[in-house]
């Protein structure tokens, strides 16, 4: 059960809540602690990190779709 805490709070920071300046400086003060979460996380912080980026993707086309369709058949406003 502490186990998955552990891994649950980690992925949360690293991949959500963590800015690169935070990252940077957990590297200097405990280096070898964040190398070893890291690489014991490596593959759901790649599922993350893909997730996301497919969710990006996802939502910036739908609005350049939206858009477009906006131009083409706009939407009259009573």
Known sequence: MEKEMEKRNFLNWYCWYASKEEIEKAKRINADVLERLVKEYSEEIEKINTSRRLFENVS???SQY???INEIY???RI
Do not use: E
């Open 60 to 62: 910036r086309s739908s």
């Open 66 to 68: 939206k858009c477009i």
């Open 74 to 76: 706009p939407v009259s």
